[in-house]
């Protein structure tokens, strides 16, 4: 027996961009209701116990890219949400040693002296050449990608515009294509010497993606892990708290949000969007239908094949997003230590966030082995000591420790993962070692969390953090397909608003506020 609700908009999964989507429909005066599969709001950005008295951020980990205008449109702060600042980041290297970057130019530069004086010379200009791209690029986040082929007056006006509002960007257009083309690699060096500098910064390139630094491309990624202006840092009580906080403010305007409702099929009739049906056949009706969960489920499963334009799914087929990404969360009974690190050396206490990749030709391999459906032998690793600075997170004494890292791909060649997960740990647990010996000796518990898990928890096809590789062909007007980049689709009144959208994956609220607002350029043409 199915019951039917009517609502003006129903978004498909509450994860923080379903939420944020929601949450701004509401405040605009919609009915809005949020349906979500699991049993807990949030998709990738939850807090939960993972071992008795240990509470951590499953998936993602890091506050640094939520934006700024959501934060203050929805009054987040408001709600609980309460960023913690991390201002360090250590790198352990070979030999005993470590290099630290950290928000203060000053302390960068004298730690840079040390392996090379000519890097120190040429970072603060190499740090106003990329700040003046990110600058830019921070402003492109709120951006709907406009579609270039479109030749209606509409489109053209749109188009335009753009091009007008950033008609003083000059130089900087070049070389954020620089970076869209160069590799990590040839990016940096054109700065620097020191291979350890060049490391600190390729690391970045290799977070989220399936190949090594030295790909073309993937200069970019150091942008857009770097475009977050919160900086590195945690959110009390987890990320978790960044879905609550957008929930509420959601609730205060009447939002509702259901649980354990997972959707089977977004109905459409008459070549629009009607409403949904829950796999327990209980049937919505909307006005409207925003999906927040990934393209290639919305598009692959939900919504039925004979309403979908065949050149559309053949883009949406052959979108990457098959993950290499792995995460770890460990209740120990001792934090990491570095045999490398040293407070008076580095200029800190204690190092909540460090970064695993001491030279760019270990970045390099760690990716090699994965580029043959393989795991890494030496995987590049995030150590995340969150409840060093967040004690809501684990018992007195002891400490919640998450590991970050890749390469483990969705797939292995000749095996799989029930025979090869704990050989992988331990590579995982090898590489902790080496570098912060006796680590392993200290983990009361763990969760390992590989794409396939990814996948099968979260629903997201190929377990990619971010919905489907950052890349050139996968940026802007070609996420994730063209001619629907503005996150719109084929069928009237259904509505993209996840991380397979401009501007891609990372906890920032940007899909959703993007889709949200275009919702509401569309509303008064779509409740006729």
């Not at 070389?175 to 620089?178: E, F």
């Not at 966030?353 to 459906?373: C, W």
């Not at 919640?400 to 890292?405: A, D, M």
């Given at each position: 027996?199915?019951?039917?609700?009517?609502?003006?908009?129903?978004?498909?999964?509450a994860?923080?961009?379903g939420?944020?989507?929601?949450?701004?429909?509401a405040?605009?005066?919609?009915k809005?209701?949020?349906?979500?599969?699991?049993h807990?709001?949030?998709?990738?950005?939850?807090?939960e116990?993972?071992?008795?008295?240990?509470r951590?951020?499953?998936?993602?980990?890091?506050?640094?890219?939520?934006n700024?205008?959501?934060i203050?449109?929805?009054?987040l702060?408001?709600?609980?949400?309460?960023?913690?600042?991390?201002?360090?980041?250590?790198?352990?290297?070979?030999?005993?040693?470590c290099?630290?970057?950290?928000?203060n130019?000053?302390?960068?530069?004298?730690?840079?002296?040390?392996?090379?004086?000519k890097?120190a010379?040429a970072?603060?200009?190499?740090f106003?050449?990329?700040?003046n791209?990110?600058?830019?690029?921070?402003?492109?986040?709120?951006?709907?990608?406009?579609?270039?082929?479109d030749?209606?007056w509409?489109?053209?006006?749109?188009?335009?515009?753009?091009?007008?509002?950033?008609?003083?960007?000059?130089?900087?257009?070049y070389?954020?294509?620089?970076a869209?083309?160069?590799s990590?690699y040839?990016?940096?060096?054109q700065?620097?010497?020191?291979?350890?500098?060049?490391?600190?910064?390729?690391y970045w390139?290799?977070?989220?993606c399936?190949?090594?630094?030295?790909?073309p491309?993937?200069?970019?990624?150091?942008?857009?892990?770097?475009?977050?202006?919160?900086?590195?840092?945690?959110?009390?009580?987890?990320?978790?708290?960044?879905?609550?906080?957008?929930?509420?403010?959601?609730?205060?305007?009447?939002?509702?949000?259901?649980?354990?409702?997972?959707?089977?099929?977004?109905?459409?009739?008459?070549?629009?969007?009607?409403?949904?049906i829950?796999?327990d056949?209980?049937?919505?009706?909307?006005?409207?239908?925003?999906?927040?969960?990934?393209?290639?489920?919305?598009?692959?499963?939900?919504?039925?094949?004979?309403?979908?334009?065949?050149?559309?799914?053949?883009?949406?087929?052959?979108?990457?997003?098959?993950?290499?990404?792995f995460?770890?969360n460990l209740a120990?009974?001792?934090?990491?230590?570095?045999?490398?690190?040293?407070?008076?050396?580095?200029?800190?206490?204690y190092p909540?966030?460090?970064?695993?990749?001491?030279?760019?030709?270990?970045?390099?391999?760690?990716?090699?082995?994965?580029?043959?459906?393989?795991y890494s032998?030496?995987?590049?690793?995030?150590?995340?000591v969150?409840?060093?600075?967040?004690d809501?997170?684990?018992?007195?004494g002891?400490h919640?420790?998450?590991?970050?890292?890749g390469?483990?791909?969705?797939?292995?060649?000749?095996?799989?993962?029930?025979?090869?997960r704990?050989?992988f740990v331990?590579?995982?647990m090898?590489?902790?070692?080496?570098?912060?010996?006796?680590?392993?000796?200290?983990?009361?518990?763990?969760?390992?969390l590989?794409?396939?898990?990814?996948e099968?928890?979260?629903?997201?096809?190929?377990?990619?953090?971010?919905?489907?590789e950052?890349?050139?062909?996968?940026?802007?007007?070609?996420?994730?397909?063209?001619?629907?980049?503005?996150?719109?689709?084929?069928?009237?009144?259904?509505?993209?608003c996840g991380?397979?959208?401009?501007?891609?994956g990372?906890?920032?609220?940007?899909p959703?506020h993007?889709?949200?607002?275009?919702?509401?350029?569309?509303?008064?043409?779509?409740r006729?």
């Open positions: 027996m199915s019951m039917t609700t009517q609502y003006d908009a129903i978004i498909v999964g994860g923080h961009n939420l944020t989507c929601g949450a701004y429909l405040k605009a005066g919609l809005t209701l949020v349906l979500e599969r699991r807990v709001i949030g998709g990738a950005a939850v807090t116990e993972f071992s008795p008295g240990f951590a951020s499953i998936f993602s980990y890091i506050m640094g890219h939520v700024p205008k959501v203050a449109d929805l009054e702060e408001k709600f609980g949400l309460e960023h913690m600042k991390v201002e360090d980041v250590i790198y352990p290297l070979y030999d005993n040693d290099i630290v970057f950290t928000s130019l000053e302390r960068n530069l004298q730690q840079i002296a040390r392996f090379s004086k890097d010379e970072y603060p200009e190499f106003n050449y990329m700040s791209s990110i600058r830019v690029m921070r402003n492109w986040l709120l951006e709907t990608p406009v579609d270039p082929a030749r209606s509409r489109k053209f006006k749109e188009t335009a515009g753009m091009i007008w509002r950033y008609r003083k960007i000059g130089d900087e257009l070389r954020i294509y620089d869209m083309t160069m990590a040839e990016y940096v060096s700065w620097f010497e020191s291979d350890v500098v060049k490391a600190v910064l390729c390139a290799t977070i989220g399936n190949v090594g630094p030295k790909s491309g993937t200069a970019f990624n150091i942008l857009f892990h770097l475009v977050g202006e919160n900086g590195m840092g945690f959110c009390r009580g987890g990320m978790g708290m960044i879905s609550q906080s957008l929930a509420d403010s959601g609730r205060r305007h009447g939002m509702e949000i259901k649980t354990d409702s997972p959707v089977n099929e977004i109905l459409v009739e008459n070549g629009r969007a009607a409403g949904v829950t796999e056949g209980r049937e919505y009706r909307g006005k409207l239908v925003s999906c927040n969960v990934s393209a290639s489920l919305t598009f692959g499963k939900l919504v039925r094949r004979e309403h979908l334009p065949e050149s559309f799914m053949r883009e949406i087929k052959q979108f990457r997003n098959k993950g290499s990404a995460k770890i120990v009974d001792q934090a990491p230590q570095y045999k490398g690190f040293d407070p008076v050396v580095a200029g800190v206490d909540a966030y460090a970064h695993i990749g001491p030279t760019t030709e270990y970045l390099e391999r760690a990716a090699d082995d994965a580029k043959y459906g393989w032998a030496k995987p590049f690793i995030s150590p995340i969150p409840s060093m600075i967040d809501s997170l684990a018992p007195e002891k919640v420790v998450t590991l970050y890292g390469h483990a791909p969705c797939e292995l060649k000749g095996a799989n993962w029930d025979d090869e704990d050989n331990r590579n995982v090898d590489v902790m070692d080496e570098f912060a010996p006796g680590f392993s000796s200290s983990i009361i518990d763990m969760q390992v590989l794409p396939p898990d990814i099968h928890i979260l629903g997201i096809p190929g377990g990619h953090e971010l919905h489907g950052v890349a050139l062909d996968q940026l802007f007007f070609m996420r994730p397909a063209s001619k629907y980049a503005d996150y719109r689709s084929p069928v009237r009144g259904l509505y993209q991380a397979s959208t401009h501007p891609g990372a906890v920032s609220a940007v959703g993007n889709a949200a607002r275009e919702i509401l350029k569309d509303w008064k043409e779509i006729k």
